[in-house]
């Protein structure tokens, strides 16, 4: 119930392609879904998140779609960049409580 | 965003010894705090959430004896890690809240070695 299944574990995206990050869940008591980005050495960085009673968010070059019904929600990034490259993760929680975590996403944008 | 600071940002000790790490909010009062515990290549594991004033509540598998937390004030938490060994070593992370739904910020991590 608790678990948060991210794909996939790594991508491979030229520069100026779109990179598309998914993520499920299985609680529907969750109400707040954000991603973060983590370069190495580094301690997880907000990028955006989005509570359930909207299906898309976008600030940027970063959109989040979030499918309430199938439990289901991703990231976005149009016109990737080589500095976008990254580990992300999804997470998930109820009302401001610890976060469950996806397993993460080592992202790699070629230039 | 808020500003969580995290010191050290590594730390190499001996083994048997205890290192304390410190998790500060800069620009907010952190109701809860989280530690986490990281291993390369791999999602963050909670190890911890504390409540200013409270007991730490540790998740299963977490010797509290061996991480040991304090949550003393509004913006200060630490983790000790007594009697350290090789084991122990990995990249420890804070996070921060200022409770009621609000988000969490996370420090800059802590990379433990032990030698």
């Known amino acids: 119930q608790q678990q948060v299944k991210q794909s996939p574990q790594s991508l491979i995206v030229q520069k100026g392609g779109i990179s598309i990050i998914n993520c499920a869940y299985e609680?529907?008591?969750?109400?707040?879904f954000p991603w973060y980005q983590q370069f190495p050495g580094k301690g997880p960085a907000l990028l955006i998140a989005i509570r359930p009673d909207v299906s898309e968010k976008k600030e940027g070059r970063f959109t989040i779609s979030f499918n309430k019904s199938a439990k289901q929600f991703s990231l976005h990034i149009m016109d990737s960049q080589p500095g976008d490259s990254a580990t992300y993760f999804c997470a998930a929680s109820m009302s401001g409580s610890r976060l469950t975590f996806g397993e993460g996403t080592q992202l790699t944008v070629n230039p | 965003g808020a500003v969580v600071s995290q010191h050290p940002s590594r730390v190499i000790c001996k083994s048997g010894t205890s290192v304390k790490i410190e998790c500060r909010s800069l620009d907010f009062q952190a109701t809860t705090m989280f530690w986490y515990r990281q291993f390369p290549k791999k999602s963050l594991m909670l190890m911890a959430t504390s409540n200013e004033g409270s007991k730490a509540t540790y998740e299963q598998g977490v010797e509290k004896d061996k991480f040991l937390i304090n949550h003393a004030s509004l913006t200060l938490s630490t983790l000790t890690v007594t009697s350290a060994h090789p084991e122990d070593s990995s990249f420890y992370i804070c996070s921060a809240s200022g409770g009621g739904g609000k988000e969490a910020f996370f420090g800059q991590g802590t990379r433990l070695t032990v030698v």
């Open positions: 609680n529907t008591a969750f109400d707040y």
